[in-house]
């Protein structure tokens, strides 16, 4: 990762230097997110679904203290082993100090947004451990040497040429091969043998359960299972955001994750560990991270809810035209800048600002989580607080003014109009970031209200 | 310690506690529709679905179909013959890494996704579903529900210390999201309902 020092625009223009894999990118994504919509109008109680999650959601967090502490205990009573981090530093400490314990120095991973969060891959290879990915998709970015570039489809931005080529270079595969059937095959092979040779395997957590001290890993692939199962010990690493209060309320949950994120009816696999198996120690790590500082600021606190589908990513106009690689952040897409800024606010400055604010996002989002209102009120924090560059700091001055006037937007709709129609290079110049690689709208002839005005008596 | 750092900040900044909401209403759906709501979803994921009018003309159709696979266990104690072994517990999960076939029967089946309920008990040992190059499953008509809160209503308060939902054979769509069957698990699973 030599991403660090870059900003979303800057980075969204290497990726743009190729106007196919763009379109590419983008069609793959709109796909998905076709998939997502058909998947969800099956369902005619979506919307009450929708509006129940985000209701469980709001009490979790309303109460998570408890939750929290209830979930210790009957997990503890469950043979559970319990840990808290307060920061990445912590959490990858416990995870190393528990592989010392066993004196293990290979650990199989299942799929983790917390790990890649909190870097423990790096952190681990750095004391000499070696780690393996078992989701196919995550293996294959590490093989790239890559950050995950989505957090369901971790190497959506990748060919099967370029998989083919480095599963040559890697796994003995015959050099070109693209086809996704044999070259699945040589990563099942590949992962089994490390399945069946690593004594310890961590997981991350979707769910976990107040009422019972269980929690809930779903898949597809059945890595996580594989890993687990086999293992001697099992470390679970979950954010404290992820509790919600009852076993019954999975029921709410799983019917809108895997919809919303691939448009499957369900994963293939939900699985529920309650209590380690006979002879296997399970340990879990509750980490913070930031998480209980978001929770105190009450304009991003809903950003709390999210369980991870992806849908937002998918459906971001930004997102599918920029990759997840340009977010410099674990997390990517509209969700990734709302919380980035939480950890460090200079850093992730410019994310709030990839996004048209067209609020696709919010309604696609299956715990209903305001992102676009969030991501504005990140870019009007960022600017107060100076962190913002001096062309964003004018056009936010602009709009904040022309937004809170309704005679200014007026005059304002009309000018921008009479630009865009008559003076278009005043736009579309290099000084607007989101002319590149695209045509600007064309101009409609009367703005909303005067429309209104005329056709709604 | 992190722990009572952690619980003092969230108690500090939680909002005030808000309610639960009510639970979901659960629709009535007669059981034939649930039969063919059912195997269309599991079709659709890469299942196979063979409706039987009795238990026993399973074990023929099992024994017929994986002639050719030299481990068979299963779980089932009503459906071991000469041809397919009774599973047996060893204490080394990694023992089952060259089964062929193994066969569960599960109490709860989900018409709106295929998904089958499978506890520690009815899979004989943790990895058994997931290890095995082949997945069958039985399941009788009286156990498939309409959806997900029907089937949580059942398992109710159970005691499990570990359960998953399964649909469908292990998969994966990450090489340019061509669906491939068998990533890790099961390359094929096959339900058998009978009445
Ligand atoms: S914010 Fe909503 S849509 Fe985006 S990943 Fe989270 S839950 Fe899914």
Same mark, same amino acid.
């Given at each position: ?107 199989v991973k299942s799929k ?20 393996i990915d078992s989701d196919l998709g995550e293996r294959i ?11 369901v489809l971790p190497c ?7 998989i ?15 086809d996704p059937q044999i070259l699945t095959e040589a990563a099942r092979v590949h992962l089994r043998e490390t399945f069946l040779?690593r004594?310890?395997a961590?997981t991350g957590?979707n ?9 809930v890993v779903c898949t597809n692939e059945g890595n996580a299972d594989m890993g687990a199962h086999l293992a ?22 799983l019917?809108?994750l895997a919809?919303?994120a691939t448009g499957q009816p369900i994963t293939t696999y939900s699985s529920h560990f ?184 | 310690? +992190?722990?009572? &750092?952690? $619980? ?7 909002? *005030? !506690?808000? %309610? ?21 979803m599991a079709e659709g994921i890469g299942s196979t679905v ?15 179909r994986f002639?050719?696979e030299?481990r068979i266990v +299963?779980t089932? &104690?009503? $459906? ?7 599973? *047996? !517990?060893? %204490?080394?999960p990694h023992?089952y890494a060259d089964v062929d076939v193994a066969i569960f029967?599960s109490?709860?089946g989900v018409?709106?996704n295929s998904a089958l309920w499978l506890?520690?008990?009815q899979m004989g040992t943790r990895v058994l579903p997931f290890i095995t190059q082949h997945m069958v499953m ?24 570990f359960g998953t939902f399964i649909a469908g054979p292990s998969k994966t769509a990450d090489i340019e999201q061509s669906l491939v069957l068998g990533a890790h698990g099961p390359r094929s699973m096959d339900i058998?309902?009978?009445?």
């Open positions: 990762m030599s991403t660090t020092a870059k900003t979303h625009p800057e980075l969204s223009e290497v990726f743009n230097k190729d106007e196919q894999r763009v379109n590419w990118h983008d069609e793959t994504l709109w796909w998905i997110r076709q998939k997502r919509d058909k998947s969800a109008h099956s369902i005619p109680e979506w919307e009450v679904l929708r509006e129940k999650a985000s209701q469980i959601k709001n009490n979790a967090l309303s109460n998570l203290a408890e939750y929290l502490v209830s979930f210790e205990e009957k997990a503890l009573a469950n043979g559970i082993i319990v840990h808290w981090a307060a920061d990445a530093q912590e959490h990858n400490q416990i995870v190393h100090q528990i592989l010392q314990k066993h004196d293990i120095r290979q650990l983790s947004m917390l790990t890649e969060e909190c870097h423990l891959n790096e952190y681990l290879e750095k004391q000499g451990l070696e780690v970015v590490q093989l790239a040497k890559e950050p995950p570039s989505h957090i959506i931005h990748k060919k099967k040429e370029e083919g080529d480095l599963f040559h270079q890697h796994l003995g595969v015959a050099a070109g091969t693209s040779t004594r310890a961590l957590v769910f976990a359960i107040a009422e019972t001290g269980e929690f001697d010990v099992h470390i679970a690493c979950m954010g404290i955001e992820k509790i919600i209060p009852k076993r019954k309320h999975l029921g709410v949950f019917r809108l919809r919303s309650k209590k380690p198996r006979a002879g296997q120690e399970m340990h879990l790590v509750l980490v913070d991270n930031g998480r209980t500082v978001q929770m105190g600021r009450e304009d991003f606190r809903a950003s709390l809810k999210c369980i991870r589908c992806g849908a937002c990513m998918n459906t971001c106009p930004v997102y599918r035209r920029s990759g997840g690689h340009s977010y410099h952040y674990a997390i990517s897409g509209p969700i990734g800048a709302i919380l980035a800024p939480n950890l460090d606010r200079e850093k992730y400055a410019d994310l709030p600002f990839a996004s048209t604010l067209c609020g696709s996002c919010s309604n696609v989002c299956p715990v209903k989580i305001d992102i676009h209102q969030q991501l504005y009120k990140w870019r009007q924090v960022i600017v107060q607080e100076g962190y913002a560059t001096s062309g964003k700091k004018m056009s936010m001055k602009i709009m904040n003014y022309t937004l809170s006037s309704p005679g200014v937007y007026k005059t304002a709709g009309k000018a921008g109009r009479w630009v865009l129609k008559y003076i278009p290079f005043a736009v579309n110049n290099h000084f607007n970031p989101w002319y590149k690689q695209r045509e600007m709208p064309e101009v409609p002839k009367e703005s909303f209200g005067e429309w209104y005005k005329k056709n709604v008596k | 310690m +992190s722990r009572d &750092k952690i $619980l003092a900040v969230l108690r500090e900044n939680q909002p *005030e !506690l808000v %309610p639960l909401p009510a639970a979901m209403p659960l629709a009535r759906v007669e059981i034939l529709e649930l039969q063919a709501k059912f195997k269309a063979h409706l039987v009018d009795e238990f026993a003309s399973i074990e023929p159709l099992i024994a017929a002639s050719g030299k +299963s089932v &104690k009503e $459906l071991v013959s000469a041809v397919i072994p009774a599973f *047996e !517990l060893h %204490p080394d023992s029967k109490s709860i018409a709106e506890t520690e008990d039985i399941v009788p008509l009286s156990a498939l529900v309409p959806d997900m809160h029907t089937a949580y209503q059942k398992i109710g308060e159970a005691g499990y210390d058998f309902i009978y009445a």
